[in-house]
Protein backbone atom coordinates (compact mmCIF):
# COMPACT_ATOMS: atom_id res chain seq x y z
CA UNK A 1 0.00 0.00 0.00
CA UNK A 2 1.51 3.48 -0.88
CA UNK A 3 2.11 5.63 1.79
CA UNK A 4 0.05 9.25 1.24
CA UNK A 5 2.36 12.26 0.91
CA UNK A 6 2.09 14.51 4.02
CA UNK A 7 2.52 18.33 3.09
CA UNK A 8 3.69 20.56 5.65
CA UNK A 9 4.88 24.08 5.87
CA UNK A 10 8.51 24.40 6.65
CA UNK A 11 7.89 27.53 8.51
CA UNK A 12 6.60 25.03 11.24
CA UNK A 13 10.05 24.48 12.76
CA UNK A 14 11.10 26.98 15.89
CA UNK A 15 14.19 27.66 14.05
CA UNK A 16 12.78 28.62 11.05
CA UNK A 17 11.02 31.23 12.95
CA UNK A 18 14.98 32.33 14.79
CA UNK A 19 16.03 32.59 11.42
CA UNK A 20 14.05 34.32 9.62
CA UNK A 21 13.75 37.34 12.53
CA UNK A 22 17.65 37.10 12.30
CA UNK A 23 16.99 37.75 8.33
CA UNK A 24 14.55 40.30 8.50
CA UNK A 25 16.64 42.18 11.70
CA UNK A 26 19.70 42.02 9.62
CA UNK A 27 17.79 43.58 6.32
CA UNK A 28 16.47 45.98 8.26
CA UNK A 29 19.76 47.57 9.92
CA UNK A 30 21.45 46.91 6.34
CA UNK A 31 19.25 48.53 4.56
CA UNK A 32 19.11 51.72 7.46
CA UNK A 33 22.87 51.84 7.42
CA UNK A 34 22.73 51.76 3.53
CA UNK A 35 20.50 55.24 3.59
CA UNK A 36 22.76 56.98 6.44
CA UNK A 37 25.74 56.04 3.93
CA UNK A 38 24.73 57.72 1.16
CA UNK A 39 23.16 60.96 2.75
CA UNK A 40 25.80 61.48 5.06
CA UNK A 41 28.44 63.54 4.30
CA UNK A 42 31.37 62.81 6.63
CA UNK A 43 33.28 59.71 6.19
CA UNK A 44 33.28 56.78 8.93
CA UNK A 45 35.01 53.74 8.85
CA UNK A 46 32.68 52.32 11.65
CA UNK A 47 29.73 52.99 9.79
CA UNK A 48 31.08 50.86 7.00
CA UNK A 49 32.26 48.17 9.35
CA UNK A 50 28.68 47.28 10.78
CA UNK A 51 27.16 48.52 7.32
CA UNK A 52 28.93 45.70 5.01
CA UNK A 53 30.24 43.19 7.58
CA UNK A 54 27.89 43.29 11.12
CA UNK A 55 24.57 43.62 9.22
CA UNK A 56 25.76 41.23 6.31
CA UNK A 57 27.05 38.73 9.09
CA UNK A 58 23.55 38.27 11.07
CA UNK A 59 20.97 38.25 7.44
CA UNK A 60 23.64 35.12 6.67
CA UNK A 61 23.20 33.97 10.11
CA UNK A 62 19.24 34.12 9.82
CA UNK A 63 19.28 32.35 6.59
CA UNK A 64 21.74 29.50 7.57
CA UNK A 65 19.62 28.80 10.65
CA UNK A 66 16.89 28.82 8.44
CA UNK A 67 18.36 26.47 6.03
CA UNK A 68 19.35 24.65 9.28
CA UNK A 69 15.34 24.32 10.10
CA UNK A 70 15.24 22.62 6.46
CA UNK A 71 17.84 20.06 6.64
CA UNK A 72 16.77 19.21 10.08
CA UNK A 73 12.99 18.46 9.23
CA UNK A 74 13.83 16.66 6.07
CA UNK A 75 15.97 14.21 7.91
CA UNK A 76 13.31 13.71 11.23
CA UNK A 77 10.93 13.20 8.31
CA UNK A 78 13.44 10.87 6.58
CA UNK A 79 13.94 8.83 9.57
CA UNK A 80 10.28 8.26 10.74
CA UNK A 81 9.82 6.68 7.16
CA UNK A 82 7.15 9.65 6.42
CA UNK A 83 6.42 10.46 2.84
CA UNK A 84 6.42 14.34 3.77
CA UNK A 85 6.54 17.02 0.46
CA UNK A 86 8.10 20.27 2.16
CA UNK A 87 6.69 23.81 1.15
CA UNK A 88 6.96 27.65 1.94
CA UNK A 89 3.17 27.57 2.03
CA UNK A 90 0.73 29.43 4.86
CA UNK A 91 -1.11 27.34 6.83
CA UNK A 92 -3.03 28.69 9.53
CA UNK A 93 -4.44 25.11 10.74
CA UNK A 94 -1.24 23.64 11.63
CA UNK A 95 -0.62 24.39 15.69
CA UNK A 96 2.73 24.12 15.01
CA UNK A 97 2.88 26.63 12.44
CA UNK A 98 1.01 28.89 14.38
CA UNK A 99 2.95 28.80 17.12
CA UNK A 100 6.26 29.46 15.26
CA UNK A 101 4.01 32.19 13.02
CA UNK A 102 4.18 34.45 16.91
CA UNK A 103 7.62 33.31 18.04
CA UNK A 104 8.78 34.40 14.68
CA UNK A 105 6.28 37.92 14.88
CA UNK A 106 7.55 38.72 18.28
CA UNK A 107 11.07 38.13 17.62
CA UNK A 108 11.25 40.07 14.62
CA UNK A 109 9.62 42.92 16.36
CA UNK A 110 12.23 42.77 18.93
CA UNK A 111 15.29 41.62 16.86
CA UNK A 112 14.81 44.48 14.51
CA UNK A 113 14.80 47.24 17.12
CA UNK A 114 17.08 46.12 18.89
CA UNK A 115 19.60 44.93 16.35
CA UNK A 116 18.93 48.42 14.69
CA UNK A 117 19.13 50.53 17.90
CA UNK A 118 22.65 48.57 19.26
CA UNK A 119 23.93 48.74 16.21
CA UNK A 120 24.20 52.22 15.03
CA UNK A 121 25.13 52.43 18.76
CA UNK A 122 28.15 50.19 18.37
CA UNK A 123 29.79 52.05 15.99
CA UNK A 124 28.86 55.61 17.36
CA UNK A 125 30.67 54.36 20.30
CA UNK A 126 33.76 52.62 18.65
CA UNK A 127 33.94 55.71 16.60
CA UNK A 128 34.21 57.91 19.99
CA UNK A 129 37.15 59.50 21.32
CA UNK A 130 35.84 57.90 24.58
CA UNK A 131 36.25 54.84 23.15
CA UNK A 132 39.39 55.46 22.09
CA UNK A 133 41.37 57.38 24.65
CA UNK A 134 39.59 55.43 28.28
CA UNK A 135 38.56 52.11 27.13
CA UNK A 136 41.94 51.29 27.76
CA UNK A 137 42.71 53.55 30.39
CA UNK A 138 46.13 53.09 31.77
CA UNK A 139 47.45 52.12 28.32
CA UNK A 140 46.23 55.43 26.88
CA UNK A 141 45.76 57.23 29.08
CA UNK A 142 49.02 59.73 28.43
CA UNK A 143 47.36 60.24 25.02
CA UNK A 144 44.57 60.77 26.13
CA UNK A 145 44.81 63.46 28.46
CA UNK A 146 47.47 65.52 26.13
CA UNK A 147 44.50 64.86 23.68
CA UNK A 148 41.75 66.63 25.39
CA UNK A 149 44.65 69.68 25.83
CA UNK A 150 45.70 70.20 21.92
CA UNK A 151 44.57 72.30 19.62
CA UNK A 152 42.49 69.16 17.73
CA UNK A 153 40.05 68.38 20.86
CA UNK A 154 37.60 68.53 18.28
CA UNK A 155 38.83 66.53 15.83
CA UNK A 156 37.92 63.04 16.27
CA UNK A 157 40.72 60.22 16.99
CA UNK A 158 39.90 58.15 13.90
CA UNK A 159 39.98 61.14 11.51
CA UNK A 160 43.55 61.14 11.91
CA UNK A 161 44.65 57.77 12.93
CA UNK A 162 42.17 55.90 10.36
CA UNK A 163 40.66 58.39 7.95
CA UNK A 164 38.31 57.27 5.10
CA UNK A 165 38.32 54.05 3.56
CA UNK A 166 38.80 50.56 3.90
CA UNK A 167 42.14 49.92 3.50
CA UNK A 168 43.32 51.47 6.41
CA UNK A 169 40.51 50.54 8.50
CA UNK A 170 41.19 47.09 7.82
CA UNK A 171 44.91 47.77 8.69
CA UNK A 172 44.01 49.73 12.00
CA UNK A 173 41.77 46.73 13.29
CA UNK A 174 44.27 43.78 13.07
CA UNK A 175 46.72 46.45 14.81
CA UNK A 176 43.76 46.92 17.35
CA UNK A 177 43.77 42.89 17.75
CA UNK A 178 47.11 42.77 18.66
CA UNK A 179 46.96 46.08 21.05
CA UNK A 180 43.59 44.39 22.70
CA UNK A 181 46.30 41.17 23.40
CA UNK A 182 48.45 43.20 24.60
CA UNK A 183 46.55 45.00 26.91
CA UNK A 184 45.24 41.81 27.95
CA UNK A 185 48.00 40.19 28.94
CA UNK A 186 49.77 43.73 30.19
CA UNK A 187 52.03 43.32 27.52
CA UNK A 188 52.05 46.58 26.30
CA UNK A 189 55.00 48.53 26.34
CA UNK A 190 56.08 51.39 28.85
CA UNK A 191 56.06 54.01 27.62
CA UNK A 192 53.83 53.44 24.06
CA UNK A 193 56.61 53.35 20.89
CA UNK A 194 56.71 56.37 18.82
CA UNK A 195 56.81 57.22 16.03
CA UNK A 196 53.39 55.08 15.06
CA UNK A 197 54.81 53.49 11.92
CA UNK A 198 51.58 52.05 10.59
CA UNK A 199 50.14 55.68 10.40
CA UNK A 200 48.37 57.08 7.57
CA UNK A 201 50.55 59.51 4.99
CA UNK A 202 49.64 63.33 6.15
CA UNK A 203 48.52 64.26 2.68
CA UNK A 204 45.85 61.82 3.77
CA UNK A 205 44.59 63.25 6.22
CA UNK A 206 46.09 65.93 7.76
CA UNK A 207 45.37 68.15 4.47
CA UNK A 208 41.79 67.56 4.29
CA UNK A 209 41.86 70.60 6.34
CA UNK A 210 45.54 72.31 6.16
CA UNK A 211 46.68 72.06 2.82
CA UNK A 212 50.74 73.50 2.06
CA UNK A 213 49.17 75.62 -1.15
CA UNK A 214 47.27 77.84 1.03
CA UNK A 215 50.17 78.63 3.48
CA UNK A 216 51.81 82.05 2.35
CA UNK A 217 53.19 84.92 4.38
CA UNK A 218 55.06 85.13 7.41
CA UNK A 219 53.75 85.27 10.97
CA UNK A 220 54.33 87.40 14.24
CA UNK A 221 55.13 85.11 17.45
CA UNK A 222 55.59 86.70 20.53
CA UNK A 223 57.26 84.52 22.95
CA UNK A 224 58.18 85.55 27.38
CA UNK A 225 60.84 83.36 28.90
CA UNK A 226 61.79 83.62 32.84
CA UNK A 227 65.33 83.03 33.72
CA UNK A 228 66.10 80.83 36.66
CA UNK A 229 67.53 83.37 38.82
CA UNK A 230 65.90 85.16 42.44
CA UNK A 231 63.86 87.20 40.41
CA UNK A 232 62.77 84.54 37.94
CA UNK A 233 63.57 87.70 35.11
CA UNK A 234 61.51 88.14 31.91
CA UNK A 235 62.82 87.86 28.76
CA UNK A 236 60.22 88.51 25.90
CA UNK A 237 60.89 87.94 22.08
CA UNK A 238 59.32 88.81 18.86
CA UNK A 239 59.51 86.32 15.96
CA UNK A 240 58.53 87.06 12.21
CA UNK A 241 58.14 83.15 11.40
CA UNK A 242 58.39 82.89 7.67
CA UNK A 243 55.35 79.97 7.40
CA UNK A 244 55.93 80.53 3.47
CA UNK A 245 54.25 78.18 0.97
CA UNK A 246 53.19 79.27 -1.93
CA UNK A 247 53.07 82.79 -2.31
CA UNK A 248 49.30 83.76 -4.62
CA UNK A 249 50.67 86.76 -5.83
CA UNK A 250 54.24 85.66 -6.80
CA UNK A 251 53.86 82.30 -7.65
CA UNK A 252 57.26 81.51 -5.99
CA UNK A 253 57.80 78.26 -3.35
CA UNK A 254 58.74 80.16 -0.08
CA UNK A 255 59.67 79.84 3.97
CA UNK A 256 59.27 76.82 5.83
CA UNK A 257 56.57 74.95 3.91
CA UNK A 258 58.67 74.91 0.77
CA UNK A 259 59.23 71.45 1.96
CA UNK A 260 56.15 70.84 1.36
CA UNK A 261 54.70 72.26 -1.93
CA UNK A 262 55.17 72.21 -5.54
CA UNK A 263 57.18 69.50 -7.26
CA UNK A 264 59.59 69.75 -4.15
CA UNK A 265 60.54 66.13 -2.90
CA UNK A 266 62.52 65.92 0.11
CA UNK A 267 63.55 62.66 1.09
CA UNK A 268 64.99 60.93 3.57
CA UNK A 269 66.94 57.84 6.00
CA UNK A 270 66.70 57.93 10.14
CA UNK A 271 69.12 55.91 11.77
CA UNK A 272 66.67 55.67 14.60
CA UNK A 273 63.28 54.76 15.44
CA UNK A 274 62.62 57.84 16.58
CA UNK A 275 64.00 60.04 13.48
CA UNK A 276 65.97 61.99 15.22
CA UNK A 277 69.39 61.21 13.77
CA UNK A 278 69.08 61.69 10.00
CA UNK A 279 72.78 61.40 8.38
CA UNK A 280 70.74 61.31 4.68
CA UNK A 281 68.69 63.61 2.50
CA UNK A 282 67.80 63.64 -0.87
CA UNK A 283 66.22 66.83 -2.64
CA UNK A 284 64.71 66.44 -5.76
CA UNK A 285 63.70 70.34 -6.70
CA UNK A 286 61.27 71.97 -9.30
CA UNK A 287 64.07 71.77 -12.10
CA UNK A 288 64.28 67.74 -11.28
CA UNK A 289 68.17 68.03 -10.24
CA UNK A 290 68.63 66.08 -7.85
CA UNK A 291 70.77 66.97 -4.77
CA UNK A 292 71.67 64.41 -1.81
CA UNK A 293 73.29 65.85 1.64
CA UNK A 294 75.34 63.53 3.98
CA UNK A 295 76.79 63.62 7.54
CA UNK A 296 80.16 63.23 7.05
CA UNK A 297 81.01 61.92 10.27
CA UNK A 298 78.28 59.05 10.21
CA UNK A 299 77.78 55.47 8.43
CA UNK A 300 75.25 55.85 5.48
CA UNK A 301 72.96 52.80 4.70
CA UNK A 302 73.25 51.16 1.33
CA UNK A 303 70.15 52.40 -0.48
CA UNK A 304 69.96 49.10 -1.82
CA UNK A 305 69.28 47.04 1.74
CA UNK A 306 66.04 46.41 1.63
CA UNK A 307 65.32 46.83 5.42
CA UNK A 308 66.60 50.19 4.85
CA UNK A 309 63.49 53.10 5.19
CA UNK A 310 63.83 55.87 2.30
CA UNK A 311 61.19 58.14 3.97
CA UNK A 312 59.15 60.90 1.91
CA UNK A 313 59.15 64.21 4.28
CA UNK A 314 56.01 65.13 5.58
CA UNK A 315 53.50 67.03 7.60
CA UNK A 316 54.72 64.42 10.44
CA UNK A 317 58.13 64.94 10.11
CA UNK A 318 58.07 68.21 11.88
CA UNK A 319 54.50 68.24 12.86
CA UNK A 320 55.10 65.04 15.03
CA UNK A 321 52.79 66.09 18.23
CA UNK A 322 49.84 67.38 16.56
CA UNK A 323 47.16 66.30 19.00
CA UNK A 324 49.43 64.88 21.60
CA UNK A 325 51.87 67.32 23.43
CA UNK A 326 53.66 66.83 26.04
CA UNK A 327 55.06 69.88 27.13
CA UNK A 328 58.27 70.92 28.83
CA UNK A 329 58.39 72.17 32.06
CA UNK A 330 60.24 75.41 31.27
CA UNK A 331 57.50 76.26 28.37
CA UNK A 332 54.71 75.31 31.05
CA UNK A 333 56.07 77.31 33.82
CA UNK A 334 56.70 80.32 31.48
CA UNK A 335 53.16 80.37 30.35
CA UNK A 336 51.79 80.15 34.58
CA UNK A 337 54.23 82.86 35.11
CA UNK A 338 53.44 85.21 32.68
CA UNK A 339 49.31 84.60 32.91
CA UNK A 340 50.06 85.24 36.81
CA UNK A 341 48.50 81.48 37.86
CA UNK A 342 52.41 81.40 39.80
CA UNK A 343 53.05 84.37 40.76
CA UNK A 344 56.92 86.15 40.09
CA UNK A 345 57.47 87.22 43.83
CA UNK A 346 58.24 83.81 44.70
CA UNK A 347 61.69 83.93 44.62
CA UNK A 348 63.51 81.21 42.55
CA UNK A 349 60.23 79.96 42.06
CA UNK A 350 61.09 78.40 38.13
CA UNK A 351 64.25 77.29 39.26
CA UNK A 352 62.55 75.14 42.26
CA UNK A 353 59.54 74.26 40.21
CA UNK A 354 61.63 72.91 37.37
CA UNK A 355 63.38 70.68 40.12
CA UNK A 356 60.14 69.40 41.58
CA UNK A 357 58.58 68.32 38.26
CA UNK A 358 61.37 67.03 36.61
CA UNK A 359 62.37 65.08 39.81
CA UNK A 360 61.94 60.99 39.67
CA UNK A 361 58.59 59.87 40.87
CA UNK A 362 57.35 56.29 41.00
CA UNK A 363 53.81 57.03 40.40
CA UNK A 364 51.37 59.82 40.43
CA UNK A 365 50.73 59.50 44.27
CA UNK A 366 54.05 60.10 45.23
CA UNK A 367 54.28 62.88 42.45
CA UNK A 368 51.67 64.60 43.96
CA UNK A 369 52.80 64.03 47.98
CA UNK A 370 56.07 65.75 47.08
CA UNK A 371 54.10 68.53 44.77
CA UNK A 372 52.14 69.65 47.60
CA UNK A 373 54.60 69.61 50.68
CA UNK A 374 57.91 70.70 48.43
CA UNK A 375 57.85 73.99 47.36
CA UNK A 376 56.24 74.89 51.40
CA UNK A 377 59.68 72.70 52.65
CA UNK A 378 61.84 75.23 50.26
CA UNK A 379 60.45 78.42 51.66
CA UNK A 380 60.32 77.35 54.81
CA UNK A 381 63.92 77.00 55.23
CA UNK A 382 65.16 78.84 52.76
CA UNK A 383 62.53 82.20 53.34
CA UNK A 384 61.34 81.49 55.95
CA UNK A 385 59.75 85.18 56.41
CA UNK A 386 57.74 84.45 53.20
CA UNK A 387 55.82 82.19 54.68
CA UNK A 388 53.80 84.75 56.61
CA UNK A 389 53.17 87.26 53.56
CA UNK A 390 53.13 85.01 50.58
CA UNK A 391 51.97 81.24 52.11
CA UNK A 392 48.43 81.89 49.53
CA UNK A 393 50.53 82.16 46.59
CA UNK A 394 52.75 79.48 47.42
CA UNK A 395 49.88 77.28 47.94
CA UNK A 396 48.51 78.38 44.46
CA UNK A 397 51.76 77.50 42.96
CA UNK A 398 52.00 74.36 44.46
CA UNK A 399 48.44 73.37 43.07
CA UNK A 400 49.17 74.77 39.54
CA UNK A 401 52.55 72.63 39.51
CA UNK A 402 50.18 69.89 40.46
CA UNK A 403 48.44 70.78 37.24
CA UNK A 404 51.44 70.77 35.44
CA UNK A 405 52.52 67.38 36.11
CA UNK A 406 49.03 65.62 35.27
CA UNK A 407 48.64 67.15 32.50
CA UNK A 408 52.25 66.37 31.02
CA UNK A 409 53.50 63.38 33.10
CA UNK A 410 52.58 60.07 33.82
CA UNK A 411 54.89 57.64 35.93
CA UNK A 412 52.84 54.76 35.28
CA UNK A 413 53.62 54.59 31.41
CA UNK A 414 56.93 56.11 32.09
CA UNK A 415 55.64 58.43 29.55
CA UNK A 416 56.46 62.48 29.71
CA UNK A 417 58.36 65.33 27.32
CA UNK A 418 61.80 63.41 27.53
CA UNK A 419 60.39 60.40 25.89
CA UNK A 420 58.00 62.11 23.42
CA UNK A 421 60.21 64.36 20.99
CA UNK A 422 58.32 67.44 19.93
CA UNK A 423 60.28 68.30 16.03
CA UNK A 424 58.41 71.74 15.62
CA UNK A 425 61.33 73.80 17.43
CA UNK A 426 65.23 73.40 18.61
CA UNK A 427 64.78 73.52 22.05
CA UNK A 428 64.82 70.25 24.48
CA UNK A 429 64.71 68.49 20.82
CA UNK A 430 67.06 68.60 17.99
CA UNK A 431 64.07 69.41 15.50
CA UNK A 432 64.74 71.56 12.72
CA UNK A 433 68.62 70.84 13.14
CA UNK A 434 68.17 66.95 12.06
CA UNK A 435 68.72 68.63 8.89
CA UNK A 436 69.78 71.92 9.17
CA UNK A 437 73.19 71.73 11.51
CA UNK A 438 75.66 72.81 8.69
CA UNK A 439 77.30 70.00 8.82
CA UNK A 440 75.48 67.57 6.32
CA UNK A 441 77.02 68.46 2.76
CA UNK A 442 76.84 67.38 -1.04
CA UNK A 443 80.15 66.20 -2.86
CA UNK A 444 80.96 69.52 -3.56
CA UNK A 445 81.18 70.53 -0.18
CA UNK A 446 77.65 72.26 0.12
CA UNK A 447 75.76 72.44 3.28
CA UNK A 448 72.28 72.67 4.51
CA UNK A 449 71.94 76.71 5.91
CA UNK A 450 71.83 76.81 9.70
CA UNK A 451 70.98 80.29 9.55
CA UNK A 452 68.33 81.34 12.02
CA UNK A 453 67.33 83.74 9.81
CA UNK A 454 66.22 80.96 7.49
CA UNK A 455 62.93 80.32 9.27
CA UNK A 456 62.56 83.56 11.40
CA UNK A 457 63.48 87.15 11.97
CA UNK A 458 63.99 88.52 15.71
CA UNK A 459 61.68 91.68 15.44
CA UNK A 460 62.68 92.61 19.37
CA UNK A 461 63.40 91.10 21.85
CA UNK A 462 64.58 92.10 25.77
CA UNK A 463 64.50 91.80 29.40
CA UNK A 464 60.77 92.82 29.97
CA UNK A 465 57.14 91.57 29.56
CA UNK A 466 55.32 94.44 27.65
CA UNK A 467 57.18 93.98 23.71
CA UNK A 468 55.91 97.96 23.82
CA UNK A 469 58.58 98.83 25.66
CA UNK A 470 61.33 96.89 23.45
CA UNK A 471 62.52 98.58 20.09
CA UNK A 472 61.26 96.81 16.98
CA UNK A 473 62.42 95.94 13.78
CA UNK A 474 60.69 94.42 11.01
CA UNK A 475 64.22 93.05 9.25
CA UNK A 476 65.56 91.91 12.33
CA UNK A 477 67.65 92.12 15.01
CA UNK A 478 70.90 89.78 15.71
CA UNK A 479 70.00 87.03 18.43
CA UNK A 480 71.02 88.33 21.92
CA UNK A 481 71.13 85.27 24.34
CA UNK A 482 69.35 86.57 27.91
CA UNK A 483 72.53 84.93 29.66
CA UNK A 484 76.32 86.42 28.71
CA UNK A 485 77.72 83.61 26.94
CA UNK A 486 79.61 85.60 24.12
CA UNK A 487 79.33 83.64 20.91
CA UNK A 488 79.24 80.13 22.04
CA UNK A 489 74.95 80.36 20.70
CA UNK A 490 76.53 80.44 17.14
CA UNK A 491 79.12 77.75 17.57
CA UNK A 492 76.97 75.05 18.89
CA UNK A 493 73.11 73.53 19.03
CA UNK A 494 70.45 75.61 21.09
CA UNK A 495 69.61 71.54 22.77
CA UNK A 496 73.51 71.45 24.01
CA UNK A 497 72.18 73.10 26.82
CA UNK A 498 68.25 73.22 26.85
CA UNK A 499 68.41 69.36 26.43
CA UNK A 500 65.43 67.22 27.65
CA UNK A 501 66.98 66.64 31.12
CA UNK A 502 67.03 70.11 32.23
CA UNK A 503 63.36 70.79 30.17
CA UNK A 504 63.75 74.14 28.55
Not at 36 to 56: C, D, K, W
Not at 259 to 287: C, F
Not at 472 to 490: A, C, N, R, V, Y
Request: proline residues 5%.
Amino acid sequence: MVKSVIRRTLFRHPLSAIGGALFLAGGALFVVLLMIEFTSGAENPYRSLVTFVIAPFIITVGFGLFLLSIWMQVRSARRRGERVSFNLTIDPSDPAYMKNLWLFLGLTAFLVVSVIYSGTKAYEATDSVAFCGETCHEVMEPQSVTYHNSPHARVPCVECHIGPGASFWVKAKFDGVRQLFATALNSFSRPIETPVHNLRPAQETCEHCHWPQQFYGDKLVERTYYRTDEENSPWTINLLVKIGGGNPRTGHLEGIHWHMIGTNKVEYIAADEKRQEIPWIRLINASGDTIVYTDPDAEIPDLNDPEVVVRNFDCMDCHNRPSHLFQPPAVALNQALSTGRISKELPYIRSKGLDLLNAEYADRTEAMASLSTGLFEYYQEEYPDLMATHQDKIEGASERLKTIYQLNFFPEMKTDYRDRENNLSHFVNDGCFRCHDGVKQTETGETISSDCKTCHLIVAQGPTEDIGELESKLTGFDFIHPEDIDEMWQEMKCTECHDSESGY
